[in-house]
């Protein structure tokens, strides 16, 4: 059965630490992985993950896929209040091609002042 | 211009009732999906759309019963629902990846449903 796992499941840290976030997968036909956010509603791309080795980086925000270890990484430097939410990994990939999604439980950030 | 709205935002309604939620996107996607999304759970796929054609059904109950009338909108309708499927009710649109490429998906900020 395709699965991702992320953790950890929640974290608490105080305004300007770094966060790492992981997130590993057995997914069968790996097309790609993406991160979202997830505030009150709906979740807001960050990034879209398909080869190895190639970060990705936006602002604050970084991530970075290994598919030999079938797994990625977010990373969140100088965090702030506003990144608290909920972050999910999902994989496109299984059986036909149609661009289903499987998340991971998410990785709950709450970032004090 | 990334957005996908979706209506209404709310909904509540009885077992007995007929209602519809409605998604539109104007992207040019022609992929549009249903998640489902229960408290402090992740979303869960229910039906794809591509090409305005069904792709994938979750072995959703037939209760729920999705409808894509153009390229632009995505329905669903639902009649004789369980307390047990209230929830956020998510819409998203891609890129088609029928072609072997993967396209991020963009969600609309959702529907909650409250079945009484």
């Known amino acids: 059965e395709d699965k991702v796992v992320q953790s950890p499941l929640s974290l608490v840290v105080h305004e300007g630490d770094t966060v790492t976030l992981n997130c590993s997968y057995e997914v069968t036909n790996f097309r790609s992985l993406l991160w979202y956010k997830q505030e009150k509603k709906a979740p807001t791309f960050l990034f879209m993950l398909t080869s190895s080795g190639i970060e990705k980086k936006s602002g604050r925000l970084s991530s970075i896929l290994d598919k030999k270890e079938l797994s990625s990484i977010l990373n969140i430097t100088a965090t702030q209040t506003g990144d608290s939410a909920i972050y999910l990994c999902?994989?496109?990939?299984?059986?036909?091609?149609?661009?289903?999604?499987?998340f991971g439980q998410g990785t709950t950030l709450q970032v004090k002042p | 211009d990334t957005e996908v709205t979706q209506t209404p935002k709310h909904l509540v309604m009885g077992m007995t009732n007929k209602k519809s939620l409605k998604c539109e996107q104007h992207m040019g996607h022609r992929a549009m999906y249903w998640y489902k999304q229960k408290a402090k759970k992740p979303p869960e796929l229910m039906f794809v759309y591509s090409y305005e054609k069904l792709s994938i059904n979750e072995s959703v109950p037939s209760r729920f019963s999705p409808e894509c009338p153009n390229s632009s909108l995505l329905n669903l309708h639902l009649h004789a629902l369980q307390p047990e499927d209230s929830a956020l009710y998510l819409c998203a649109s891609s890129q088609w990846t029928g072609t072997g490429s993967s396209y991020e998906q963009y969600f609309g900020p959702g529907t909650r449903l409250t079945v009484t």
């Open positions: 999902a994989v496109e990939g299984g059986s036909s091609n149609t661009g289903k999604l499987i």
